[in-house]
């Protein structure tokens, strides 16, 4: 059986990877903070019973290095990994007036721990795997006031292109998708009317008119993990309704 790693899979984009991956009969692993939030995911997903879950800090090295032994001891080795994992952004303002702490937060959560569990990874897999970094539009366009947030998504592209050229040595394939606006939970937290009224602010902004869903965006994860993309390497698919273009 084949093995694929989700991390940050409690809501959004990873839930709905580990629910397509899930039924495409790969055993499934994730990680998140809280195990809170799992236990939530379980009460209403009660089929994901036999996705093995572990409460892991991504920022604590120690933490993931246990995790990856777990994951080498228990499942030998892993076919697929989905690098999705993403803090709630704290870095949001103009630069000069960011906090330190909050601008290092954002570069050790949305690029280093990437970084970091793509090194493992690597170590776990042999010919005809895959992986993905979850990405962003903002990570090859200006983004004024989140400036260290496109800087880590940013580096995030270099470090996909510059490690697929060494991981296809071993036929590994290593690419990113970057999302456009996509509705998850962290666009949920306010009230019904504002979440309506922003939803049609992006409407008129985004080509398509509307906010990407979870489970298309997961589907094309799914697609660069499959057999079908077999020939595309250190390429970043942009899912984003023509945002980039527009």
Not at 221 to 233: D, F, G, M, T
Request: hydrophobic residues 40%; negative net charge.
């Amino acid at each position: 059986m084949k093995n694929a790693l989700v991390t940050g899979g409690t809501s959004g984009i990873g839930l709905e990877t580990i629910i397509q991956l899930s039924g495409l009969g790969y055993r499934v692993l994730t990680c998140s903070r809280t195990e809170e939030n799992w236990n939530k995911v379980l009460a209403e997903h009660p089929d994901l019973s036999a996705v093995d879950y572990l409460c892991v800090d991504l920022k604590d090295v120690k933490r993931v290095d246990s995790m990856f032994a777990y994951i080498r001891e228990n499942y030998g080795h892993l076919d697929i990994a989905v690098n999705n994992a993403s803090p709630k952004l704290a870095s949001k303002g103009n630069y000069e007036d960011v906090g330190i702490d909050a601008l290092y937060g954002t570069l050790i959560g949305d690029f280093w721990t990437h970084a970091l569990c793509l090194k493992y990874e690597l170590g776990l897999m042999s010919e005809d795997s895959a992986i993905v970094n979850v990405s962003s539009v903002n990570g090859f366009r200006p983004t004024p006031t989140a400036a260290m947030y496109a800087a880590a998504k940013h580096g995030l592209e270099g470090l996909t292109r510059s490690v697929a050229i060494e991981a296809i040595k071993k036929k590994i394939r290593v690419n990113a998708i970057a999302p456009g606006v996509t509705w998850t939970p962290r666009w949920e937290e306010g009230t019904e009317k504002s979440n309506k009224m922003l939803r049609e602010a992006v409407a008129m902004k985004v080509p398509a008119g509307r906010f990407a869903e979870a489970s298309e965006i997961a589907s094309a994860i799914s697609w660069l993990c499959s057999e079908q993309a077999k020939y595309v390497i250190g390429h970043t698919l942009v899912i984003d309704g023509g945002l980039s273009l527009a």
